[in-house]
C-alpha cells in the first residue's frame, strides 16, 4: 500500500518561498503521473502541478505557472514542489497524489499559510 507524507509548509510572508516534499512509503513512487494539490477553506481541491515519468510531461495551474517548478526523484521516490513568488491565494492545504488522484491515496497534506 502506498502511503504518501506531504511536508515543508508554514507560515510565510508574501512573495516569500517554501519548498515542499512528498515522500512514498510501502511502494514506490513509479507512477506515471503524480501531481500536487491544494485546498483552500471553503474551495474545492484542485491540481497546482504534475509532472509525468519522463519528467518531460509537465502540466502547471494557470494560476502557479511560473511559480512553482514541480520535480520528481524516482529513484528516491521523492516529489517536490517549489514555491516562490508567494501569494495569499496560495494560502491551503498542499497534498501529493498520482494524476488521477485516488481516494486512498490522500495523505494529511502540509498548510501553506502566506501572510504579512
Known amino acids: 500500500q502506498l502511503l504518501l507524507e506531504e511536508s515543508g509548509g508554514g507560515l510565510v510572508q508574501p512573495g516569500g518561498s517554501l519548498r515542499l516534499s512528498c515522500a512514498a512509503s510501502?511502494?514506490?513512487?513509479?507512477?506515471?503521473?503524480i501531481g500536487w494539490f491544494r485546498q483552500a477553506p471553503g474551495k474545492e481541491r484542485e491540481r497546482v502541478a504534475s509532472i509525468d515519468w519522463t519528467k518531460r510531461d509537465i502540466v502547471y495551474a494557470d494560476s502557479v505557472k511560473g511559480r512553482f517548478p514541480i520535480s520528481r526523484d524516482s529513484a528516491q521516490n521523492m516529489l517536490s514542489l517549489q514555491m516562490n513568488t508567494l501569494k495569499p491565494e496560495d494560502t491551503a492545504i498542499y497534498y501529493c497524489?498520482?494524476?488521477?488522484?485516488?481516494?486512498?491515496?490522500w495523505g494529511q497534506g502540509t498548510q501553506v499559510t502566506v501572510s504579512s
Open positions: 497524489n498520482t494524476v488521477p488522484a485516488r481516494n486512498e491515496y
Open positions: 510501502g511502494a514506490g513512487l513509479d507512477y506515471d503521473l
